[in-house]
């Protein structure tokens, strides 16, 4: 482990503090990313910021001459999702995005099995995620935190003032920064849909139909969403609700389930 970088001071050092008691080695330490791409003595990058910040983290450091592992959702649009491509063959990174399921040898089996044959032709595939989460409720702004650099957060974000509940997970429910469940759990969900499909490539059309119900709180985006996506040959569905997770996937002769699990 060569660098950690977070914009609060109090996370970098409890980080240290970890690395530190596993391997008895301690890392450089940054604030600002930009700094730890621009260290020679760093290879490669993996990105855990807030949604807002993957498509330009990524780019900044494949520019910075950094192999790059970014957690799912890759990008917010298709427009940074393409200028990500591009510039990772222009500089000839490689950048893998982490939706994990795609490592998961009993997924891996799975998939194969579907591929061959077992259910026939895949023809529609639905993800299901009924994730329950607690109203986030109402804060006030506030002072920003000492050691908490707000305006690196917030990044090519507007600017806002300091609310704790735009801070730590949180920020996953304002449109600024993240882009609720569905482009948390559901990016999930339609990434394993699409792979029992065969990968279709661009989807002829795409609906999604929902919205924030139950709560009365300070979040912004659906809590309660059902997106219909449909390719040349095969449909996908996502629904996501705020408990189980599932999947199914439908075959001219048959079907599949399977649980979210991280295990076989």
């Known amino acids: 482990m060569a660098g950690l970088c977070d914009i609060d001071q109090a996370s970098r050092e409890r980080a240290q503090t970890t690395l530190v008691k596993n391997t008895s080695q301690k890392a450089k330490e940054f604030e600002d990313m930009r700094q730890a791409f621009a260290d020679p003595g760093i290879d490669a990058v993996s990105i855990a910021t807030p949604n807002h ?5 990524t780019i900044w450091a494949c520019q910075a001459g950094k192999d790059v592992y970014c957690e799912k959702p890759a990008c917010y649009n298709i427009h940074e999702g ?3 491509l591009q510039v990772s063959r222009e500089t000839k990174r490689m950048v893998q995005i982490g939706s994990q399921h795609r490592s998961t040898p009993f997924k891996i089996n799975g998939i194969q099995a579907l591929q061959g044959g077992i259910i026939g032709k895949v023809y529609m595939a639905k993800g299901l995620c009924f ?3 607690v109203s986030i409720g109402h804060k006030p702004d506030g002072p920003v935190p000492p050691g908490v650099n707000w305006d690196l957060f917030l990044g090519p974000a507007p600017m806002r003032p300091f609310n704790e509940l735009r801070f730590k997970y949180n920020w996953h429910w304002f449109w600024d920064t993240g882009n609720g469940d569905i482009g948390n759990q559901g990016v999930h969900e339609l990434g394993v849909a699409r792979w029992g499909m065969g990968d279709p490539e661009w989807p002829k059309t795409a609906v999604a139909v929902g919205g924030k119900y139950v709560y009365t709180d ?3 985006t659906p809590n309660t969403l059902l997106r219909d996506v449909r390719f040349r040959r095969a449909r996908a569905y996502v629904r996501s609700a705020w408990t189980d997770n599932r999947r199914r996937r439908r075959g001219s002769a048959g079907a599949t389930y399977s649980p979210h699990s991280w295990r076989s």
């Open 82 to 84: 393409q200028r990500m």
């Open 131 to 133: 994730k329950r989460r």
């Open 53 to 57: 910040w993957h498509a330009l983290a």
């Open 218 to 220: 300070d979040q912004e």
